[in-house]
């Protein structure tokens, strides 16, 4: 009976041993629904690996313990301070794509005051006007100036000011601004209010090369020491960005999909969930380089970025390469 007893014990224990820990930064938003889909199915699990969460308001807190390997993934927005950090050097890579716009899955909106309607329908007749964003020289300040880009101007034509996103609201009914850039669930939630609508999608005139918003990043001390680990890590986030992208064309998985968004992040009403855009997630993590150059080039012209980055060895595809020789690939049409 003992050594039955001790026989189950070191069963559990070698079970849980066997199990190797990884802390994943995670900001509570929908674009991380990846992660929380494979704790939830247990795609994680099924790899043997332990994941715990950590919360950071913000991908930039991360910076320094993803660099230090306290924690190992996070998923990061592009900007101005991302390509700053890998031209210093920074010891992080990009291992596969994590958000982007794309016509129908465009999260990234340019909404306007709905008195400004009328007389507002192009980027000439924003010229002039004060728009918000909440991050200078981030994806959303490079929307706004592509935007106005399309008519032949610059964002030097607007005055921007810098205001969190749940302030635009008050900012628009005072007329304090008169147009914001967001992204989901506020450009929903404006809408709804009657405060603003959605006046261009980011992918409404970013198509080649579309507009890469987010991109997922590996610790590098630990993916060289722990290469196993990082390749088992890549095969059950893959697995996640699949249900997340069947979920985001209205496919059999959205109900599952929902209820594990509803519970990890802040979007708790479900039925914003269909009031929303969605944003786009390759099945198959694939990035655009092209996405990424263009960017820093325009960070690059208006003095954000100093030094530009290499965008090739920003990246290291070795466990996207694997997971998709594993799971094999998705037509993403």
């Not at 291992?95 to 306007?112: F, H």
């Not at 939630?189 to 609508?197: E, G, L, S, V």
């Not at 960005?241 to 999909?257: L, N």
Request: glycine fraction near 6%; aromatic fraction near 10%.
């Amino acid at each position: 009976m003992h050594r039955l007893l001790l026989a189950g014990l070191f069963g559990l224990w070698a079970a849980s041993a066997s199990a190797q820990p990884i802390k994943i930064g995670e900001l509570g938003i929908i674009a991380d629904a990846p992660f929380y889909i494979a704790i939830e199915k247990g795609y994680f699990a099924a790899e043997k690996l332990d994941v715990t969460l950590e919360r950071f308001n913000s991908a930039a807190q991360a910076t320094a313990p993803l660099s230090t390997n306290q924690i190992q993934v996070i998923g990061g927005g592009v900007s101005a301070a991302l390509y700053n950090a890998f031209a210093r050097d920074w010891a992080v890579r990009i291992v596969m794509a994590r958000t982007r716009d794309w016509p129908g899955y465009s999260s990234d909106t340019l909404i306007l005051r709905n008195d400004l309607k009328d007389s507002v329908k192009s980027a000439r007749d924003l010229k002039g006007k004060v728009v918000a964003i909440n991050v200078p020289a981030s994806v959303l300040h490079f929307m706004l100036g592509r935007f106005m880009e399309t008519d032949g101007l610059t964002i030097d034509d607007v005055q921007t000011v810098n205001m969190a996103w749940p302030n635009m609201g008050p900012g628009l009914e005072t007329k304090a601004i008169d147009a914001g850039t967001v992204v989901e669930p506020f450009a929903a939630q404006y809408t709804q209010k009657n405060i603003a609508f959605p006046f261009r999608r980011a992918a409404d005139f970013m198509k080649k090369p579309p507009l890469e918003v987010s991109v997922i990043l590996f610790s590098k001390t630990w993916m060289d020491k722990q290469p196993d680990q990082a390749k088992a890590f890549s095969v059950a986030y893959l697995k996640g960005v699949r249900d997340y992208f069947d979920a985001m064309k209205g496919g059999p998985k959205r109900a599952e999909v929902v209820e594990i968004c509803a519970k990890y992040t802040s979007l708790k009403d479900k039925a914003m969930y269909d009031k929303i855009q969605w944003s786009y997630m390759d099945p198959n993590g694939e990035i655009s380089f092209e996405g990424l150059r263009d960017q820093q080039d325009w960070y690059a012209k208006r003095g954000f970025v100093s030094n530009k980055a290499n965008v090739e060895a920003m990246t290291d595809r070795r466990f996207l390469d694997y997971a998709l020789e594993k799971l094999g690939r998705v037509d993403d049409k």
